[in-house]
């Protein structure tokens, strides 16, 4: 079992950047698949970035492609996520993911075991 701790959200205005992290526990983080994924109000949970156990593999959605960097420290269980050129739509909570089985990336909700508890992230226009 693995516990996720989300952190680096906050307020940002249009253009700017953030680094979110997800610090895992556990001994076995290097064995996961991890994902972010984020859910604005009234809206549903959506995929943004996943990165496969080794690192070597990694997939994002359309719309944060070529702004949103996923990594990961396997030496240190933790997961990032750097976000550049935010715009207003990014807005939401963002949730790190982790999956304990399969080598590959992976992009629905139901694909993945854990959950963090989030962190806000707002762009202001």
């Known amino acids: 079992q693995v516990q996720l701790v989300e952190s680096g959200g906050g307020l940002v205005q249009t253009g700017g950047s953030l680094r979110l992290s997800c610090a895992a526990s556990?001994?076995?983080?290097?064995?996961?698949?991890m994902g972010w994924f984020r859910q604005a109000p009234g809206k549903e949970r959506e995929f943004v970035a996943a990165?496969?156990?080794?690192?070597?593999?990694?997939y994002y959605a359309d719309s944060v492609k070529g702004r949103f960097t996923i990594s990961r420290d396997n030496a240190k269980s933790t997961l990032y996520l750097q976000m550049n050129t935010l715009k207003p739509e990014d807005t939401a909570v963002y949730y790190c993911a982790a999956r304990g089985r399969g080598s590959n990336y992976y992009t629905k909700t139901n694909d993945y075991d854990y959950w963090g508890q989030g962190t806000q992230v707002t762009v202001s226009s």
């Open positions: 990165i496969s156990w080794s690192a070597y593999s990694t």
């Open positions: 556990g001994r076995t983080f290097s064995s996961y698949a």
